[in-house]
C-alpha cells in the first residue's frame, strides 16, 4: 500500500482562529469576534448550546477586551506567520489550507474597493508560502461572514449578499490567483444548519417565520454565490481548481432496528444535499421532498438552476474528526462531535470533549463520497483536541495524537489502495490555536505547542512536541513511515 507521487502533505489553519490582529490593518469585525469564551461552561456541551443575540452582540461590541473574546488575539500569526510557515516548511509541508479573512479585504462587506492593506498582507502571505515551497489551498469563507451583515440584514438570508461576496471573490482572483492553483468556497457549507450565525450571519431572534427555512435559504445562497465562484474562476484562472467542503459526520445505526437505519438513512441525505448540489449541480428529489414536509421551500430565482448545473465543483473536500450513531429512542445516550451531538457508540473511546474516536470511520466515508461521487477527494481536517503538558525540560510528549494520526493514516491509505482518488491532507491544525468551538486554547490541537493559556496569559512562544517530528518523518516517506 503506497500513496501517489505528488501526494500533498500539509496542515489546516482558519484566518479567525490564529491570525488576531482584529482592528490592525483595517480590518473589520467578523461574527466571530463576538464569540465569547465561557471558563464556568461544560467543554462537552458548549458548543451545542451557544447562540449569539442582539444583547450579546452589542455587549461585545461595546467591549475592545481580548481576554474572554479569544478569537480577537488568536496566536497573533498576522504578525508571527514568517515564523510559524518556517516550522511548516520544516515539517515538510507541501500543502497548508488558510482562509482570507473576508473583512480584512471588505471591512463591511459593502466597500466597493478593497482595503490595500489587507490585500498587502495576503500578497506576502502568499509569496511566502511560495518561497518556501508549499501549496496554498485557500477557502474563501471560514466562519467569517461581516459582522455588519449580519446586523444589517442577516447576511446569507439576503439574496444582495451574493453580489457582495462576489466582488470579494473577484478582487482574491485578481490579486492572489497567479500564486494559487486550489481554492475552496466555503468551510463546512452543511454548518449553516447547525450554527447559522457562525457560518452565515444569522441572528435568530430577528428572523421572522420559520427560522429552519430561513436557514436553507441562506444556504441555498451559497451555494448560488460557490456556482458563481466557480465561473469565474474558469474564466479567470482556467487551470486552477475549485472544491467545496463538507463536515464529514459519518453516522451509523445505532442497532439494527429498521426504525433506527431510516433515521439515519433520512440525516445523511440532509448531510449529503451540499455535495449533491455542489458537485452533482442539483438538488436531489428526495432531499427536496423531505424539507418540504417540514415547511422548507428553496427559493429559487430566475437562473439558479441553470447555473449549479453549470459548474460544480471540480473536487470534494471535507472535514472528518469523529463518528456518530443515530437512534429514534428518546432515551438514548447522546454526546458531542463537532458541532453536533448524535448517539453515543459503546464500541468506540472518546476525547476529553466527548468526541468519539474512529479511524475506520475515515475510510468508510472515504469511500462513501468517491463511490457516491467519482470525483477527487481532499480531506482538509482532521485532528485531535487534548490538553498537553510541558515537561520539566521543556518537551511535550503527545503520544496520544501521534497513535490518533497513525491509526487514521493507516485507514486513509487503505482508502487510497482501494482506489480512491485522494490528493491531500492537511490536519486540523498543526499549530495550537483558539478552538471554533469553545473559543479556548488548551483543547490543543497541533503539533506545535503555543505558549498560552485560555485567559491569553504566556509568551505565545512556539515550541516542537515530540509529534512534530513524528508527522515530519511520515511527511518525508509519503506515509510509508508510520513507526
Not at 421551500?297 to 469523529?322: H, K, N, R, W
Request: charged share 25%.
Amino acid at each position: 500500500m503506497a500513496l501517489p507521487d505528488g501526494f500533498m502533505w500539509g496542515g489546516a489553519i482558519a484566518a479567525n482562529q490564529a491570525e488576531g490582529a482584529w482592528k490592525e490593518g483595517g480590518r473589520g469585525p467578523a461574527v466571530t469576534d463576538v464569540n465569547r469564551y465561557r471558563p464556568e461552561a461544560d467543554p462537552k456541551l458548549y458548543a451545542i448550546h451557544h447562540q449569539n443575540t442582539v444583547a450579546s452582540i452589542t455587549e461585545a461590541m461595546n467591549d475592545d477586551d481580548e481576554v474572554y473574546y479569544p478569537k480577537r488575539r488568536g496566536i497573533d500569526f498576522y504578525h508571527r506567520y514568517p515564523e510559524d510557515l518556517a516550522l511548516f516548511a520544516e515539517m515538510g509541508f507541501t500543502v497548508l489550507r488558510v482562509s482570507i479573512a473576508w473583512t480584512r479585504l471588505y471591512p463591511t462587506g459593502e466597500e466597493l474597493e478593497p482595503n490595500e492593506e489587507g490585500v498587502a498582507f495576503y500578497l506576502a502571505f502568499f509569496e511566502e508560502m511560495r518561497r518556501l515551497g508549499i501549496e496554498p489551498l485557500v477557502t474563501l469563507s471560514h466562519y467569517d461572514p461581516p459582522l455588519a451583515l449580519a446586523l444589517k440584514n442577516n447576511c446569507w438570508l439576503d439574496r444582495s449578499t451574493i453580489g457582495l461576496f462576489e466582488r470579494f471573490v473577484k478582487t482574491c482572483y485578481e490579486r492572489f490567483g497567479h500564486l494559487i492553483t486550489y481554492w475552496l468556497s466555503f468551510n463546512e457549507i452543511d454548518g449553516i444548519i447547525r450554527h447559522p450565525f457562525t457560518s452565515g450571519g444569522l441572528i435568530e431572534e430577528t428572523v421572522e417565520g420559520n427560522f429552519e427555512e430561513a436557514c436553507y435559504t441562506a444556504l441555498h445562497h451559497q451555494f448560488v454565490a460557490s456556482a458563481s465562484a466557480t465561473r469565474m474562476l474558469r474564466e479567470m484562472w482556467p487551470d486552477s481548481k475549485l472544491g467545496c467542503m463538507l463536515t464529514m459526520l459519518t453516522t451509523y445505526p445505532n442497532t439494527c432496528h429498521p426504525d433506527d437505519v431510516v433515521a439515519t438513512q433520512e440525516k445523511e441525505r440532509l448531510l449529503y444535499l451540499c455535495t449533491d448540489v455542489q458537485a452533482g449541480g442539483a438538488y436531489p428529489r428526495l432531499a427536496l421532498n423531505l424539507l418540504e414536509r417540514r415547511g422548507v421551500t428553496i427559493p429559487f430565482a430566475e437562473g439558479d438552476a441553470e447555473l449549479l448545473a453549470e459548474y460544480p465543483v471540480d473536487f470534494i473536500s471535507f472535514s472528518y474528526y469523529m463518528s456518530m450513531t443515530e437512534s429514534v429512542r428518546p432515551d438514548a445516550e447522546r454526546t458531542p462531535g463537532n458541532t453536533i451531538l448524535g448517539v453515543k457508540n459503546p464500541f468506540l473511546e472518546s476525547s476529553e470533549w466527548g468526541w468519539q474516536i474512529d479511524p475506520i470511520g475515515l475510510r468508510v466515508s472515504l469511500i462513501d463520497l468517491y463511490d457516491r461521487y467519482g470525483k477527487p477527494l481532499f480531506i482538509v481536517e482532521n485532528g485531535l483536541g487534548m490538553r498537553d503538558e510541558v515537561t520539566d525540560d521543556g518537551r511535550i510528549v503527545d503520544p496520544y495524537r501521534i497513535d490518533y494520526f497513525r491509526a487514521h493514516f493507516e485507514e486513509m491509505i487503505t482508502a487510497v489502495d482501494e482506489g480512491v482518488e485522494l490528493l491531500g491532507y492537511t490536519s486540523w491544525s498543526p499549530i495550537d490555536f483558539i478552538s471554533a468551538s469553545t473559543s479556548q486554547i488548551t483543547k490543543r490541537y497541533g503539533f506545535i505547542h503555543v505558549d498560552m493559556d485560555d485567559l491569553g496569559r504566556g509568551t505565545m512562544d512556539r515550541r516542537r512536541k515530540d509529534s512534530f517530528f513524528w508527522y515530519q518523518k511520515v511527511i518525508a516517506s509519503n506515509g510509508a513511515d508510520l513507526s
